[in-house]
């Protein structure tokens, strides 16, 4: 009986923990992900240094979550965002508003596809 008892709150707490790890994954998806349509707005109305502003934004709240997400998700989807993301950075800096939105479409796509 005493067994069946600690099995149980195992079980119990086993699963309150995997709801808060996705409900924390979902948040922090959300926030990125509306950090990026901000990014990708701002290079749609050609404000280059307000998409600059965005950018710095966003590599700051990755650099506080990516540690985070990487216990949820694939090594390779973070190393394809960091990819991209030094890739944007650089099309944003030459102005290339084709190869930014097409960037950010790409990280958008990643971090929809980790909360799948």
């Known amino acids: 009986m005493k067994s069946s008892i600690t099995s149980f709150t195992i079980f119990i707490l086993m699963m309150l923990s995997i709801l808060f790890s996705i409900q924390y994954l979902n948040t922090i998806c959300n926030k990125l992900e509306s950090s990026s349509i901000k990014i ?3 290079i749609e109305s050609n404000s ?8 710095d934004n966003f590599m700051i709240q990755w650099e506080k979550y990516s540690p985070k997400v990487s216990i949820f998700s694939n090594h390779n989807e973070i ?4 990819g991209e993301l030094w890739k944007l950075a650089q099309y944003i800096t030459y102005r290339n508003g ?3 939105l097409a960037s950010t ?4 796509n990643l971090l929809h596809h980790i909360l799948k």
Do not use: L
């Open 40 to 42: 990708e707005k701002s």
């Open 79 to 82: 190393d394809s965002i960091n």
């Open 98 to 100: 084709e190869e930014s």
């Open 48 to 55: 280059w240094d307000e998409a600059r502003k965005n950018y």
């Open 105 to 108: 479409n790409v990280i958008k």
